[in-house]
């Protein structure tokens, strides 16, 4: 596999975003659908075989995706599951008697093109998935084994394997009880498999203590694998993702998390900032640096830091350890394109051909070029680290949205009632989960209110979206703003809060209640219809935003598809005028500010760039400039 060798994006770039600062790993993006069309991995031995190979590196795509708002890594994605999900649901080649945890890995791309897309038969494939680990064998103390052919024995990769997927499966399916029994089989490897001298972890335990690898005495494996751990510290702030904020477990997972990254970044080679395949054994003759685990490494402690559960300090080692990758694993031929080396193919314990755990067994085995898991998580690391530069700038800050005077909802493909149109957890065209990706990568928490805000919830909050407020034809039981939370809002802007009112047209939006809280703040959404479009004449809802307005740092070309106006006055100023009506407008009250606009024109479906939206519209990227204003703004 070749990719175009790294550069540095400046400016409004189309495909990688603005904000993409170091583009090696969109560039590997681009390399992977050129060269695997639909996830069709050659350097596998079984290429086109249902496989954690490919599900690792789906989880890549997946991650560049959500960082850089390319429609092409999604429909990668979509077409490497397709080969595999039927209609009805069923996984062409899925080998359901070998309960293997590596064969749930995929399952996550397959629920992350459900929550996109809302077809039945990708609920039906993560479902029988759901069901595979219902059916999983267990250690006497309730650990999955990794494999059928393994038994009583917990390695440290089926958590990533499995956990990250049964948590998205439960927040989306709400099978909250799932969340007691994750939390047990990530703390079980931490109780069981940490050595308690270094903090790091061994790679297998088998509680019967009867394999020949086994210590008699700790059932454990001889030595610290690099990318075992790696898949620990990656399954660890991929679970947090979906974790229920106010789960008793939670707090643990994340000091597990912290006891990880502190000892990894101990272990870190000081001289070229990578990890050793045997960890704890640096340059001990016959071992040697590795390329996955250093990305696994990098891309935790990145998230770890930019989802606000590592210290800050932890950045510097994700940047020592990315610079570490580019010069020792991506090199570049005499043609000018490059290719990914340094990953170890396989590492396992038992077996046939035997497997002893040992440091020879581990160095002995080989480094490969292009190992689709190794791409994986060299794309994933690289999703990080272009965020990097901007993640401490939110940090300790939340954004709430509105589900209160939005609280649209559907059922999912369980029959579940669940909220959604502009709320973060929507990962459809309707959604902003995209929206919130943006504020995320300044470090800004996410939150959502679905109730009517009242002084206690939104002092926990610095930024407050509201958009869209309902009608009975979207909702049989709109929730009207009233004085009481006109006034909870007023005072909380007043006290130092950030307001974002995102209006619609007067077909789709609520404007006579809504405007007795904007009016407040010299802001009234005139009840209109304008910029409709006709057969995706796409130029009838174009909307320049120029650079210089004070709010966007860089101009954007907008989609503003059936919108409103907005009449001003007292504290409220106009930033965007188009045609002699006002679009886009600040007011300053207090200590606190007022963004208005006509429309919730950064939602997914105009942003992600899956769609029909030509490219040349920069959704995501002014979404990321909105947020990053939102976030200078709040006290």
Not at 78 to 94: L, M, N, Q, R
Not at 175 to 182: K, R, S, T
Not at 602 to 614: G, H
Request: hydrophobic share 40%.
């Amino acid at each position: 596999m070749r990719l175009f060798a790294a550069s540095v994006v400046m400016g409004c770039a189309v495909a990688q975003g603005l904000w993409a600062q170091d583009a090696s790993s969109a560039k590997m993006a681009e390399s992977v659908i050129k060269e695997w069309p639909a996830g069709v991995v050659t350097t596998e031995n079984h290429p086109g075989e249902w496989a954690y190979e490919e599900g690792v590196l789906l989880d890549g795509m997946a991650a560049q995706w959500h960082a850089t708002a390319n429609g092409d890594d999604f429909r990668y994605i979509k077409a490497a599951v397709d080969k595999y999900v039927a209609e009805d649901g069923t996984i062409k080649g899925y080998k359901a008697d070998g309960h293997t945890l590596d064969d749930i890995e995929m399952g996550r791309a397959v629920l992350l093109v459900y929550r996109v897309t809302q077809q039945p038969k990708y609920y039906k494939a993560a479902k029988f998935l759901h069901e595979q680990l219902a059916a999983q064998p267990r250690t006497a103390s309730g650990g999955y084994w990794h494999k059928q052919i393994y038994p009583n024995q917990m390695w440290l990769d089926g958590a990533y394997m499995a956990e990250p997927f049964r948590a998205a499966y439960a927040a989306t399916f709400q099978e909250p009880g799932d969340f007691d029994d994750i939390a047990k089989q990530l703390l079980l490897m931490d109780t069981k498999m940490r050595d308690p001298k270094t903090g790091l972890l061994l790679h297998g335990w088998d509680e019967s203590k009867q394999m020949p690898w086994a210590d008699k005495t700790t059932g454990l494996s001889p030595e610290v694998w690099a990318r075992a751990m790696g898949w620990y510290a990656m399954a660890l702030v991929d679970v947090l993702d979906w974790f229920p904020k106010d789960h008793p477990k939670r707090a643990e997972l994340v000091a597990a998390l912290n006891r990880t990254a502190t000892a990894a970044v101990a272990y870190q080679d000081k001289k070229t900032g990578l990890w050793w395949q045997v960890m704890d054994k640096g340059g001990k003759p016959g071992n040697y640096t590795e390329g996955s685990a250093s990305s696994m490494f990098v891309y935790a402690l990145a998230k770890g830091v930019r989802m606000g559960y590592l210290p800050q300090s932890y950045e510097a080692n994700a940047r020592r350890g990315w610079e570490g990758i580019q010069k020792a694993f991506v090199s570049t031929g005499p043609d000018g394109l490059m290719v990914l080396n340094g990953t170890v193919k396989v590492g396992g314990l038992g077996g046939t051909p035997y497997r002893s755990g040992t440091f020879d067994y581990y160095v002995g085995e080989k480094t490969i070029a292009n190992d689709a898991k190794g791409i994986g998580a060299f794309m994933l690391a690289g999703s990080e680290m272009a965020q990097a530069s901007t993640e401490a700038l939110g940090q300790g800050k939340t954004v709430l949205v509105d589900a209160w005077f939005n609280s649209q909802t559907r059922k999912n493909a369980a029959g579940q009632p669940e909220l959604f149109h502009y709320k973060w957890d929507d990962d459809a065209n309707s959604g902003f989960a995209f929206y919130g990706r943006a504020f995320q990568r300044y470090g800004v928490k996410l939150a959502t209110e679905t109730t009517a805000p009242i002084a206690a919830d939104l002092k926990k909050a610095q930024i407050f979206v509201l958009a869209s407020p309902d009608i009975p034809a979207k909702n049989p039981n709109p929730h009207y703003m009233d004085k009481a939370s006109g006034d909870a809002i007023e005072a909380w802007v007043k006290a130092g809060g950030v307001l974002i009112l995102m209006q619609n047209d007067v077909t789709n939006s609520e404007f006579e209640h809504f405007n007795t809280m904007s009016e407040r703040f010299g802001i009234h959404f005139n009840p209109v219809l304008r910029n409709t479009v006709e057969n995706n004449t796409w130029s009838q809802a174009t909307v320049m935003v120029p650079a210089g307005t004070g709010m966007f740092e860089h101009p954007h070309k907008a989609y503003l598809k059936e919108i409103s106006t907005i009449t001003v006055s007292g504290p409220a100023k106009a930033i965007l005028t188009d045609k002699g009506d006002v679009l886009m407008a600040v007011s300053k009250m207090g200590k606190g500010t007022v963004f208005a606009v006509v429309d919730p024109w950064v939602y997914n479906e105009y942003v992600d760039r899956r769609n029909k939206l030509p490219l040349d519209y920069d959704g995501f990227d002014a979404a990321i400039d909105l947020a990053g204003w939102a976030v200078r703004q709040a006290k």
